[in-house]
Nanobody, 123 residues
Framework: QVQLVESGGGLVQAGGSLRLSCAAS????????MSWFRQAPGKEREFVAG???????TYADSVKGRFTISRDNAKNTVQLQMNSVKPEDTAVYYC?????????????????WGQGTQVTVSS
């Protein structure tokens, strides 16, 4: 059974940093693309960042230059380093994986999802 478990969320002040992690189990995801999405209250879920099995990264414009996605294929994990966070980064962050060699931003193309972790940025 495939399972994605996010961790690392919490409360942080604007301008601070936070590191999210997602651990995947149930199969090997080394050839899958792994991504982060987020959903703010009252808004639709949106793409944040993605990384292919070979390490190619894609970011949403809103986080480019502030967030960094990385992965460890041996451990089946993906991380999201969030720096210079803003109140508008407040959301539930989800880890997702897709059987693709490129990163896509459409959530319906992702096969597996985690339960999410809350990130709250105070001003």
């Amino acid at each position: 059974q495939v399972q994605l478990v996010e961790s690392g969320g919490g409360l942080v002040q604007a301008g601070g940093s936070l590191r999210l992690s997602c651990a995947a189990s149930g199969r090997t995801f080394s050839t899958y693309t792994m991504s982060w999405f987020r959903q703010a209250p009252g808004k639709e879920r949106e793409f944040v960042a993605g990384i292919t099995w070979s390490g190619a990264r894609t970011y949403a414009d809103s986080v480019k230059g502030r967030f960094t996605i990385s992965r460890d294929n041996a451990k089946n994990t993906v991380q999201l380093q969030m720096n210079s966070v803003k109140p508008e980064d407040t959301a539930v962050y989800y880890c997702a994986v897709q059987r693709s060699v490129v990163v896509t931003r459409r959530e319906n193309e992702y096969e597996y999802w985690g339960q999410g972790t809350q990130v709250t940025v105070s001003s």
